[in-house]
């Protein structure tokens, strides 16, 4: 059985990333000794949310980190970026940028990912 999966952020709300992390955690923690792939991608409002910094977004940037030690996958939109004005260097560290957000889900729909949008 396929269990890759691919988390879908497209809203400027932290809160809506914390749901998406603990998403992710309950999936990796459901599936022990299971091999698969978890992708984020993060397009549209989602994607500046991986550059956020501050007290606020301290224990995003470690939940996210902690959850790539654990082989998740972030994969942040680059035309999101470039509309808001984001340097890809200003992303948090081990988060990839890929073309288009919508082409990267639909890429990996046509790849046998099961689709998340919280």
Known sequence: MNYNVCLHLDAR????LGLVLRNAEN????????????????NGGGAPLFAGDGAAFDELRA????????????RICANAL????????????????????????????REGF???KP
């Open 114 to 116: 099961a689709y998340i």
């Open 27 to 42: 999936y990796l923690n459901g599936l022990p000794g299971e091999t698969f792939q978890l992708v984020v991608v993060a």
């Open 63 to 74: 939940k996210t980190a902690a959850l790539m030690a654990r082989g998740v996958r972030f």
């Open 82 to 109: 470039a509309e808001n004005d984001i340097a890809h260097d200003r992303l948090w560290p081990g988060c990839e940028v890929v073309p288009a957000g919508l082409v990267e889900v639909v890429r990996l729909q």
């Open 13 to 16: 709300d932290p809160a809506m």
